[in-house]
């Protein structure tokens, strides 16, 4: 596509239920990111891939945090029994390389956790 | 580890005034150093990326340099308008480390 898209946009959930993020980069850029914005705050790195792989998962949060992503492309960011504290905005983010290649973001999406 | 700092942290100018948004970064190491603008409830949009070999970077009314032994970018706004109000990040990229955010300068120009 002709930029990195999310959805859903935004998505209200109760605590305790499970939530899928998606993420779908810029045709061909390999190195996909997922950074967490809350209220008031600054980006937090969460997970980035490479390809299909996930060489750094040191950002998650904790074990109710996963990501995967499937034939180089899309990906989805779960979070298993949600909490209020994961409320926030969870962006994504793709580039053609990860180290020298300009980062893109798609428009976020707004989590709320009631 | 790479910190990233931007100050100040708010700035508010007439419109027309030129401006100078600060970002310093500790690690010198680093591969590039993007400017990002996001306006309130968005995503993020690149406005310039500097590779580790440049000095600065332009377009339009935006200026950005980088002198990566004092660990510092400018990002110079040139005639500003109320249309540039918005929040503008840094970010580093260093090592095997996805991009470091500073935590942004909050822009306002007044008509």
């Known amino acids: 596509g002709a930029g990195v898209s999310q959805s859903p946009s935004n998505k209200v959930t109760e605590k305790g239920k499970d939530v899928e993020l998606r993420c779908d980069p810029i045709?061909?850029?390999?190195?996909l990111y997922w950074y967490r914005q809350s209220l008031g705050q600054g980006l937090e790195f969460l997970i980035y891939?490479?390809?299909?792989?996930?060489?750094?998962k040191s950002g998650l949060p904790s074990d109710r945090f996963s990501a995967e992503r499937t034939g180089g492309s899309v990906s989805t960011l779960t979070i298993q029994r949600t909490q209020q504290e994961d409320s926030a905005v969870y962006l994504c983010?793709?580039?053609?390389?990860?180290?020298?290649?300009?980062?893109?973001f798609g428009e976020g999406s707004r989590l709320t956790v009631l | 580890k790479q910190e990233v700092t931007q100050i100040p942290a708010a700035l508010s100018v007439p419109e027309g005034e030129n401006l100078v948004l600060n970002c310093s970064f500790t690690d010198s190491a680093i591969y590039n150093l993007q400017w990002f603008r996001q306006d309130p409830g968005k995503g993020l949009t690149s406005l310039l990326l500097?590779?580790?070999?440049?000095r600065e970077q332009t377009s339009g009314r935006l200026n950005a340099s980088l002198d990566k032994s004092s660990g510092r970018s400018t990002l110079y706004i040139a005639a500003s308008q109320p249309g540039d109000s918005a929040t503008y990040l840094c970010a580093a990229a260093s090592g095997n480390t996805p991009l470091v955010f500073g935590k942004g300068t909050r822009l306002s120009v007044i008509a």
């Open positions: 983010a793709s580039s053609s390389r990860m180290d020298t290649g300009e980062l893109f």
């Open positions: 500097i590779q580790s070999s440049q």
């Open positions: 045709s061909g850029h390999t190195a």
């Open positions: 891939f490479q390809g299909n792989s996930a060489p750094d």
